[in-house]
């Protein structure tokens, strides 16, 4: 119940098309969905996150989806460009525990070809 | 804002010695640090979390006497990875909260044990 499933593990996107990552979580005690972008050798960084209470969240050529009822929330990047190739983590997390952990996805390569 | 750092950033150690890893907040006060390993095209894997003047708690599996974890300031939190061996061999990234529910990451530790 606690996992978060991440899907596709692998994906190539021509230059300017759309990515899709998908995530899906089972606890629905869940509250805060962030995304976080890794490049080899370097710690993730945060992309977008996005709450429950809000089903569309975006922030440049990144936008969150998310689907209470289905437990489902994924990352759509616009126009993707070759600087996007990176790996990219869903992770969901709860405040109701009181530590904030996150739980990740098993994450997604992205290549973008020029 | 909301810049983590590490030090060092990568580390050559040989097989029995201890690493010390240190994770600074540089911008803010950090409630919560936590620190993760991260084995190569893996996910992050948690291994404790740390509240300022408080004993680190430690994920299920992760011996608490060979990583040890203090976290003195609002500011510092150091990971000692005692008598290390090469199947230690990983990159660890720590991230800090300050009161909300996002992890602002490091830029990681590559310790090689040889």
């Known amino acids: 119940q606690q996992q978060v499933k991440q899907s596709p593990q692998s994906l190539i996107v021509q230059k300017g098309g759309i990515s899709i990552i998908n995530c899906a979580y089972e606890?629905?005690?869940?509250?805060?969905f962030p995304w976080y972008q890794q490049f080899p050798g370097k710690g993730p960084a945060l992309l977008i996150a996005?709450?429950?209470?809000?089903s569309e969240k975006k922030e440049g050529r990144f936008t969150i989806s998310f689907n209470k009822s289905a437990k489902q929330f994924s990352l759509h990047i616009m126009d993707s460009q070759p600087g996007d190739s990176a790996t990219y983590f869903c992770?969901?997390?709860?405040?109701?525990?009181?530590?904030?952990?996150?739980?990740f996805g098993t994450g997604t390569r992205l290549k973008v070809l020029a | 804002g909301a810049v983590v750092s590490q030090h060092p950033s990568w580390v050559i150690c040989k097989s029995g010695t201890s690493v010390k890893i240190e994770c600074r907040s540089l911008?803010?006060?950090?409630?919560?640090m936590f620190w993760y390993r991260q084995f190569p095209k893996q996910s992050l894997m948690l291994m404790a979390t740390?509240?300022?003047?408080?004993?680190?708690?430690?994920e299920q599996g992760v011996e608490k006497d060979k990583f040890l974890i203090n976290h003195a300031s609002l500011t510092l939190s150091t990971l000692t990875v005692t008598s290390a061996h090469p199947e230690d061999s990983s990159f660890y990234i720590c991230?800090?909260?300050?009161?909300?529910?996002?992890?602002?990451f490091g830029p990681g530790t590559r310790l090689t044990v040889l």
């Open positions: 992770a969901a997390s709860t405040a109701t525990s009181g530590t904030y952990k996150y739980i």
């Open positions: 991230s800090a909260r300050e009161t909300g529910d996002t992890q602002y």
């Open positions: 996005i709450r429950p209470d809000v």
């Open positions: 911008d803010f006060q950090a409630t919560t």
């Open positions: 606890n629905t005690a869940f509250d805060y």
């Open positions: 740390s509240n300022e003047g408080s004993k680190a708690t430690y």
